[in-house]
């Protein structure tokens, strides 16, 4: 079975652009999980999508956001880009979420300059 | 504000030796607790999960779980270079986000 993936794997954006990330879980998963991480403040939770709907939501401004599309494919969505907003966003994919294992894609470096 | 705190290190060990990695958690009422491994520049890959008290073994790897008192380890056994990574706990409950530690970089020396 493949794995998560992810597009675009790198990314250099500037201050004030937006920018819009993919993933695609593992066939089968309908749960999509966001994460930012950064060398301070590690792995930090953005929102998770199931079934088309928003979940849960970390403590992120609302220039994130994101969505989640009928075949599970999710897309998360920054805009107006800050500096501190440099990192690796990673897309985890499981089952249907909760308790369950989630599964890593190999992430979106972004850059901003 | 749930958490999850591990000591950052780096924990240094010989080849062949033990390495134990431990995380402490603030919400009680969490149900599940995962380590993970996380080589430089790559992604986050499961290592092992466990969901009740006692430990899980696979392989070189144990968990061990303790919910009285909110603790979560793991044990690498016949410690290779190849398990120099950083390694992270997370813990969850039902119906919420999974909370993740910022890690223990562990360092293995041939």
């Known amino acids: 079975k493949a794995g998560v993936t992810q597009t675009p794997r790198y990314l250099i954006k500037t201050r004030g652009q937006q920018v819009t990330l993919s993933c695609s879980p593992i066939?089968?998963?309908?749960?999509v999980s966001w994460y930012q991480q950064t060398p301070g403040q590690g792995l930090q939770f953005l929102f998770e999508y199931f079934s088309e709907t928003q979940r849960n939501k970390g403590n992120f401004p609302g220039r994130f956001s994101g969505r989640q599309f009928s075949n599970s494919r999710s897309e998360m969505n920054v805009s107006t880009l800050e500096l501190g907003d440099s990192a690796l966003y990673l897309c985890a994919s499981s089952l249907f979420g909760g308790r369950e294992t989630q599964y890593f894609g190999p992430g979106t470096r972004l850059l901003v300059l | 504000q749930k958490e999850v705190e591990q000591n950052s290190g780096p924990l240094s060990v010989p080849e062949g030796a033990i390495a134990s990695l431990n995380c402490t958690y603030s919400?009680?009422?969490?149900?599940?607790f995962f380590w993970y491994r996380q080589y430089s520049g790559k992604s986050p890959e499961l290592i092992m999960s466990i969901y009740s008290n006692g430990d899980k073994e696979d392989g070189r790897f144990t968990a061990q779980l303790n919910k009285a008192s909110q603790y979560v380890s793991l044990l690498i056994r016949d410690s290779q270079p190849s398990d120099s990574a950083t390694y992270l706990c997370?813990?969850?409950?039902?119906?919420?986000?999974?909370?993740f530690g910022k890690g223990t970089t562990l360092s293995v020396s041939s």
């Open positions: 997370a813990v969850n409950q039902a119906g919420t986000a999974l909370i």
């Open positions: 066939s089968g998963h309908r749960s």
């Open positions: 919400d009680r009422g969490s149900q599940s």
